[in-house]
């Protein structure tokens, strides 16, 4: 168990928690957000004991393993796999110790405990956890120098999963993954062993591989159960309860201060007046809720061009004289929303380089309009900024001689307001530097947008943000990104790139992670299908009464599950001497969620039964 006691800490002066307080019971999977720049990754440190605490207790078990990823793994000579067996400290003193012990005694302890830790598959393991984040069996036995920084992301990732600590950190794990790869790591965390906390802005890596969310917003933290959208939810209703309250108070104290000044000068009336002065003094103030800052993209709006603004035949690509990409037959108007779906190496980012002129046309025939512009985002060059000047002056270099005022506000139409506009783009925030390449992408009004992980570095709303500007955007995107929420609501065409060509895919996203989650497994023999017999009336009626059963079950929980919610919603709840009663309606809240999710599977599985029989 992870227990945050009353802590405090500040930065500079700058308060970042103040008597916040949370309990993680073994074994939870916890995902962390709040705001940027709130103090999730300074948590983490404080956490590790890299920090020390201004007040307050942060304790764990004694002898817990707290392990990370702090940084990529080293370039060195050493394969990948022996670089990840390697991050099991007391795996790989062990090994050693079992080739240089020569007393008995310690000889069989040694090797008791190997057997305890499972040591002999641990390279099976190691090779596995490589095999889900994206390096192939050749890979795996090749020095980890050959690889770049964000490869070596992924070893440093792999080792630390490898090692299994007690309490596993995970900063923005997703960051330098790629759609395969995330979805792996989704399963994964789910069935980790042991505690887990991930700071995370991937929606789905916060709706299925977690059980609970930590929220951390005016230096307070707050545990809420279930996923992310679960605590969206919770969070918004409590946020209008006491918003409501608040105004309800405010009301109140209005309507009594109007008393006090009236009948304050009046004999008769003093003592009321006097009376409802001191009501006044004795209200405890309820606080209304802070709107969150508005998180905006502006994409200026291209002028229409005939279609199609790219077609290719039999078009041919790649590097230098190695052909990636083969028999590529696409066409392009202005109204697609394309995503690109493909395993880690197969060409999403080759076809988008393509695509974006950044790339030469082996063979094979491309007719592009005559006045096509394009815009190209990729996660690189975010790191291609010039770090020692502003935002200003990058649009100031792209744009000479236009007046300041109007740069201005194009950046603000990005979120970066006058203090970020004069601010050096090292002192920027990952999410600001996403926020200026993006509108240095944009800045000539393209027809097509190339986005090639455009959310690695923006946070949940930001991305909601970019999901909004993208609907609003009346050209072409072609889209490569990790995250499902987004390509769910922005792409209407899929195109798959394997095996040296790219084809629409015909099936939706949620058929496409089903099929790259059970890939792996082996295919079963189908059997032969019975025939079916056609249900009777009264079965008919009967599946039927099952259904309506199945909805009322479901509404009566509704209805529990809305008191709750509006009991966790009352303020005084969340008075630290209320930490026990808090902790029992958050309890019954999780219980009902829990009741709620198997009503709702008891019902989906009456309606097909139902739709089953209506339809033989």
């Not at 291209?302 to 199609?308: F, H, I, R, T, V």
Request: charged share 30%.
């Amino acid at each position: 168990m992870l227990r945050i006691d009353d802590i405090s800490f500040s930065i500079e002066g700058r308060p970042l928690f103040e008597g916040a307080s949370a309990t993680i019971p073994a074994g939870h999977k916890v995902g962390l957000v709040g705001p940027n720049g709130a103090g999730k990754t300074t948590l983490f440190r404080l956490i590790r004991g890299q920090l020390t605490l201004d007040g307050g207790e942060i304790t764990m078990p004694e002898r817990a393993r707290i392990g990370g990823v702090a940084q990529e793994a080293p370039a060195s000579s050493k394969t990948l796999i022996e670089t990840v067996l390697e991050a099991d400290q007391e795996r790989a003193a062990l090994m050693v110790e079992a080739e240089t012990a020569t007393d008995a005694h310690r000889i069989a302890e040694v090797q008791t405990r190997l057997a305890d830790i499972d040591a002999w598959s641990a390279e099976g393991r190691a090779s596995s956890i490589l095999k889900g984040l994206g390096f192939s069996e050749t890979d795996q036995q090749r020095p980890s120098s050959d690889f770049s920084g964000g490869w070596r992301m992924r070893l440093a990732l792999a080792g630390v999963l490898f090692a299994q600590p007690d309490l596993l950190l995970l900063d923005e794990p997703t960051n330098y993954l790629d759609l395969e790869g995330a979805l792996w790591l989704e399963t994964y965390l789910a069935k980790y062993p042991h505690t887990v906390i991930v700071i995370s802005h991937d929606r789905g890596l916060l709706n299925r591989a977690v059980g609970a969310i930590l929220h951390l917003e005016a230096r307070q933290l707050t545990l809420y159960q279930g996923g992310y959208d679960t605590f969206a939810r919770t969070r918004a209703e409590r946020r209008a309860v006491q918003a409501a309250a608040a105004r309800k108070q405010d009301d109140r104290r209005a309507h009594l201060q109007s008393f006090v000044d009236r009948f304050r000068a009046k004999a008769s009336k003093a003592k009321q007046a006097q009376a409802r002065l001191k009501m006044i003094e004795k209200m405890e103030t309820i606080t209304a809720p802070e709107d969150a800052a508005q998180q905006v993209f502006s994409f200026p709006q291209p002028d229409q061009l005939s279609p199609p603004i790219v077609a290719l035949e039999g078009g041919v690509t790649g590097y230098d004289d190695r052909a990636v990409l083969k028999r590529l037959t696409l066409r392009i108007d202005q109204d697609d929303r394309i995503a690109l779906l493909g395993r880690n190496g197969q060409g999403k980012s080759t076809l988008s380089k393509l695509l974006a002129g950044r790339l030469p046309l082996m063979d094979g025939k491309q007719t592009v309009s005559s006045k096509l512009r394009i815009g190209y985002f990729a996660q690189h060059q975010v790191d291609e900024l010039h770090l020692d000047e502003t935002p200003l002056q990058h649009l100031q270099r792209e744009r000479p001689g236009v007046l300041q005022s109007k740069l201005r506000a194009q950046l603000a139409g990005f979120g970066l307001m006058a203090a970020q506009a004069e601010t050096e783009v090292g002192r920027l925030s990952g999410g600001q530097k996403a926020r200026l390449s993006l509108l240095l992408a944009t800045l000539d009004a393209p027809h097509m947008l190339i986005l090639d992980e455009p959310t690695n570095h923006l946070d949940i709303e930001s991305r909601e943000a970019l999901i909004q500007a993208l609907a609003a955007y009346s050209g072409a995107v072609i889209l490569v990104s990790h995250d499902m929420h987004l390509l769910s609501l922005v792409a209407d065409r899929l195109w798959l790139v394997k095996d040296g060509t790219v084809t629409p895919y015909d099936d939706d996203l949620d058929a496409y992670r089903a099929m790259l989650l059970t890939s792996e497994k082996p295919a079963k023999a189908e059997k032969p299908k019975p025939k079916i017999a056609r249900p009777s009336r009264d079965e008919v009626q009967a599946l039927r009464s099952d259904l309506r059963k199945c909805e009322a079950r479901i509404e009566k929980i509704e209805e529990m599950r809305e008191k709750l919610a509006k009991k966790l919603a009352d303020p005084a709840l969340y008075e630290t001497e209320r930490a026990g009663e808090l902790a029992t309606w958050n309890r019954k809240y999780a219980e009902v969620m829990e009741g709620l999710r198997k009503a709702e599977a008891l019902w989906e599985a009456a309606a097909e039964k139902l739709e089953t029989a209506e339809s033989t």
